[in-house]
Every structure is written in C-alpha cells, then in structure tokens.
C-alpha cells in the first residue's frame, strides 16, 4: 500500500485533481495565491499516506467564497459560516473552505474568531505543526511553524504554548493521544502530559459527538495496539473514555490476527472493549448517542456471548440454527468475540469461521399460501401458526414431514 501511495503521489498528485483545480481557478484569480490547502491532506501527501478530506484556507470572507462560487457546478452550504467555513459539494464530494482567521476568545469548545488576511497568523492558531504545513495548487510548500521537520521525525509538537492551545479546544487532547498513537511517537514530553492531566475536567465541556468521532478515529488506527506502549497514554484514554474498560482484552492479540480478523471489521473493537453482563455499553451507547445500528450490534453480543462462551454446541451443534437466527455475520463476529484474545485457540477459531462460512441454510419451505390451502383462514392464526412451524422446523434440524405438519395445524383448524 505504501509503494502504491508513493507512485500515486509521484505521478497523480492530489492538488491535480479536475475538480480541485477548477476551484482554485475560481479562488486564484489573476494568478494571485489567494488560497491554498492545509492540515491532514497536505500532512498525508507529504507522508505519503492516504488522502481524505480536503480543506482549504483563503484570504476571502465567507460572503466572497459565496458569492465567488454563486454560478458554479458546486453546491455551496454554509456549514459554519461564523467562523469562516463555506462547504462545496459536487458529485457526493465535499471541499471546505475555511477564511484565514485568528482567535479572539476560546472556551475549550469553541472560539471567537477575527478574519484575517496573514497567514502566519492563522497558522498560530492552528493545533500541531505538521497541520500547519500550506500547499498552493502548484505543490508549493508554505510551512510557517516547521511542520515538514516534525512529520519526517514524526514528532507531535504543539503549536507555542501547549496550555493555550488545549485551552483553547479540549479536543487536542483526543488529537495529542490519535496522532502520538498514529505517529508512535512515544518519547512523549512528560510536561505536556503533565498539562494534558490537569486539563482532564475540561473534556467534560465537549459534546459527545465530537468526542465519539475522535474515539472512533483513534480506534480505526492501523496501529491502535500500539496504545500499549505508553502507559500515561492509555492512562489518560482510559480515564476519558472509563467505559472502555476491557483494553485488556486486545493484549493477547498478535499484529497478525489483528490484521486478519479485526481490520475489516472494525466495529468489532466496541464490543471487545464495552460488553460484559452488565449495561455497560448501554450507558456508553446512551452517552454518546451512537447510531441504531451499533446499538443493536453491541445488544446482539451482550445477548449472546456468554451462551456462546459456556455452551459447547454453540458453535457445534446448535450452529445452524444460530446461523438461521442471527446470520452468519454476527456469528462470525461473536466467534472473534469469544476467542480472538486467546492465543491457544486461534487455530479453533479458523477452523470455526470457515465451518460458518460453509453452513448452507435451507430456506423455510411454508409460506401463508401454503397455509391457506391447508384449510387456513386468512388473519392472524396464519403468522401465529407460521412461527409455530419454523420452529419445529428449525428444532427438527431443519426438516418437515407431511404428517409433522398437518399435526401441528390441527391446532389452528
């Protein structure tokens, strides 16, 4: 993957993009550098990692951006037009626009900000140096705080004063652990998490929208085991996030089970972390109003997992019917769940997943029309009796003779 980025960045670099070029056409008139992009996308490029979002700071008013891009091909959303951002979206991509600025008044969540047209000064403001690395639609390099030295000794440096800026957002906190963890950059200064833990109260001031987008990007890290490495880290992460209290359970896991069997299912880090017998990750669910669908994710493994634990035809011979009842999916996953953290079974639990994989379910063969040529009357004895059926069926190993059914449907005649 690494090789792939570097040749992609050689020959197709980001900033040659179509539509990102007919933006800075729109924004540099004159030939003017009027804007240029900065944080994650120019970091990524330059470190040769992926690129996502990509953000853009420019010397024009959010009304100039608006009015600028009025007779455009792009949708322009005032996505948070107080303080300076404009979004432009086309074809299901979205490009910030940010107007260069300096705070006025912080409060830990958000900031009072002047625009400006200097772009040192918007730099200061900004989290870490390698963030604040500029990029024309050229490749020029503007790096005003010396980020570039910081990436290349994948260094995680504030910009100034540390107690400013965590001040000024308490979310750098979540930042500081992501990009230490993402970088491994573990010979962490003790005097900045000194600071970090005595600015811990200020995370409470967040909302947990932001704080749950952070969490799931530190956990989505390529490297998240390496948290292990630094104890006031995980210490500190612990401490924000108490609900995440089984760490633990990813100690017994090697980087190559790690890659096999959790990086294509990420979410499955939540129940590792969260279910136990307790309501534990409902509180966690509750508290950062997490969407349906990981609630009823984490509800399926509180339900199951300790049948699946202590019942040694789980995954034997009451397979098939718990593949019929939950899917072969959560199976899976419960099975990761269950033995993903033991060292001794991870040969059982390859052997396990492809025994899930190569259960075939028969379809249930009776339908209400079935029924109703039985002598059924339409109503609600049709899916009462239906769910009678299946589950004989189901007990029966998924089998149905003629005089099993016609017995059962004396019942309902």
């Not at 400013?164 to 003790?190: C, G, V």
């Not at 210490?235 to 996030?241: L, P, R, S």
Request: glycine share 4%; hydrophobic share 35%; charged share 30%.
């Amino acid at each position: 993957m690494y090789l792939l980025n570097n040749i992609k960045n050689i020959l197709f670099p980001f900033y040659k993009e179509k539509k990102i070029r007919e933006i800075f056409k729109i924004l540099n008139d004159k030939n003017d550098v009027n804007a240029m992009m900065v944080g994650g996308c120019v970091r990524n490029y330059l470190n040769k990692e992926m690129i996502g979002d990509i953000d853009i700071a420019t010397i024009f008013t959010p009304s100039e951006i608006i009015k600028k891009f009025s007779n455009s091909k792009y949708k322009v959303i005032k996505t948070g037009i107080d303080h300076g951002t404009i979004t432009l979206s086309r074809d299901g991509t979205n490009y910030e626009i940010t107007t260069l600025r300096h705070d006025v008044e912080t409060d830990g969540r958000h900031a009072k900000v002047l625009f400006t047209k200097n772009w040192h000064s918007d730099s200061d403001r900004r989290d870490f140096t390698f963030n604040a690395i500029y990029m024309d639609h050229k490749g020029k390099v503007f790096d005003p705080q010396n980020g570039i030295k910081s990436l290349k000794e994948k260094k995680v440096k504030f910009i100034g004063d540390p107690q400013k800026r965590i001040e000024e957002d308490y979310l750098r906190i979540l930042r500081y652990i992501r990009f230490s963890i993402h970088y491994q950059d573990f010979n962490n200064d003790e005097e900045i998490l000194k600071i970090i833990k005595q600015n811990l109260n200020g995370i409470t001031s967040l909302s947990k929208e932001r704080m749950f987008n952070e969490l799931n990007k530190i956990i989505n890290l390529d490297n998240f085991l390496a948290i292990f490495l630094k104890k006031n880290l995980l210490e500190i992460f612990t401490i924000i996030f108490p609900e995440c209290k089984y760490l633990n359970r990813f100690k017994g896991i090697d980087k190559n089970s790690y890659k096999k069997f959790i990086k294509s299912e990420k979410k499955l880090l939540f129940p590792l972390m969260l279910v136990d017998s307790t309501d534990n990750h409902n509180y966690f669910s509750y508290k950062y109003k997490v969407s349906n669908n990981l609630k009823e994710y984490l509800n399926f493994f509180h339900s199951n997992f300790l049948s699946a634990k202590q019942n040694k035809n789980f995954f034997n011979k009451d397979l098939k019917k718990n593949i019929f009842y939950h899917g072969k999916n959560n199976i899976k996953s419960l099975a990761k769940f269950i033995f993903i953290n033991n060292k001794k079974k991870y040969l059982e639990l390859n052997q396990i997943l492809k025994k899930i994989e190569n259960t075939n379910i028969p379809e249930f063969p009776i339908t209400g029309k079935d029924l109703l040529k039985h002598g059924l009357k339409s109503g609600k004895k049709i899916g009462e009796a239906i769910k009678t059926i299946e589950k004989h069926w189901i007990e029966n190993n998924f089998n149905l003779k003629n005089d099993q059914l016609k017995n059962l449907l004396k019942r309902y005649n």
